[in-house]
């Protein structure tokens, strides 16, 4: 196949200047060089940038799925992209094949979907949370998964004609998740490919004051937009069990089961259960849509 044209999409509020621009520089360094860059100012103005970048200013925080929505479109408008690699402004790409790879990955595979790329620390280190699979012994374990990683990621453009983007009214958190099983079931495939790197700061999502609510709030979202009937309160009983053994303060337990509430009883957006065969292949794969 012909090899695909890069778009790089990099989402900001602001608060990132020196950590934006040293990944910007590590772009830059790639023996491929991206088609376009567009950079996304999530409600905050942004800084001017060389004529290799394009630059979209939001007027509010649209959250991690409309600021991506907002650049998918911009990348959309050009019509020069085959693929897009999201990065976190804070992150850094280490090898400077990383593009070269991703193009290759895409040339060999016409039902590759997406590939999440290995975050790692400035020790090497990659957190549990980091590895998109059950078994987290071995992050350098390369293979087919259910989900990927929203650090550090590459999209295909024609399975995004065909999924439908990110989800807007999910602002964070399982937003990933949700475009993965929309992949699934459309018979795209996704590959955890930890050869290619992203360095990132070790950080905890639980950093963001309104996680916990969100997390609950749109995992009953997925579940009502996506799972079989039957499978829903399974998911949602097994989610439950782990969270309350798992949450460690009482504040962050009351906002869990505040967005638990407030994902049961507010619109989720359109419902398009994923097939029996798609519920197959996801245990087939390690990780059942029950955990």
């Not at 602001?14 to 100012?41: C, F, H, W």
């Not at 009983?237 to 504040?251: C, D, P, V």
Request: glycine fraction near 8%.
């Amino acid at each position: 196949m012909t090899r695909p044209r890069l778009g790089v999409a990099i989402l900001t509020m602001g608060n990132r200047p020196t950590e934006l621009r040293d990944l910007l520089d590590s772009v830059a360094k790639q023996d491929t060089q991206p088609t376009r860059i567009v950079v996304v100012g999530n409600g905050t103005p942004l800084p001017p940038y060389d004529e290799t970048v394009t630059t979209v200013e939001l007027a509010e925080n649209l959250g991690v799925t409309g600021g991506r929505n907002a650049a998918l479109q911009r990348l959309h408008e050009f019509g020069d992209v085959d693929v897009v690699i999201d990065l976190d402004d804070d992150g850094l790409l280490i090898d400077h094949d990383v593009f070269a790879r991703v193009q290759d990955l895409f040339a060999d595979d016409p039902k590759l979907g997406i590939i999440s790329f290995r975050i790692a620390d400035e020790t090497g280190h990659t957190q549990r949370r980091h590895v998109p699979r059950l078994r987290t012994d071995d992050p350098m374990r390369r293979g087919p998964v259910t989900t990927f990683l929203g650090g550090g990621h590459a999209l295909s453009t024609r399975m995004l004609q065909q999924t439908g983007g990110w989800p807007d009214h999910f602002f964070f958190t399982h937003e990933e998740t949700d475009l993965a099983w929309r992949a699934l079931d459309a018979d795209w495939t996704i590959l955890y490919a930890p050869e290619l790197l992203l360095q990132h700061p070790r950080t905890s999502p639980a950093r963001h004051a309104v996680y916990y609510r969100m997390t609950a709030r749109n995992r009953v979202w997925l579940a009502r937009r996506h799972l079989p009937a039957p499978l829903i309160p399974l998911y949602l009983g097994t989610w439950s069990l782990l969270t309350f053994a798992r949450t460690r303060t009482l504040g962050g337990l009351k906002a869990w089961i505040e967005g638990f509430i407030e994902g049961i009883g507010t619109p989720c957006g359109e419902r398009r259960p994923i097939r029996w065969s798609t519920v197959w292949r996801m245990t087939r794969l390690g990780r059942p849509p029950i955990l």
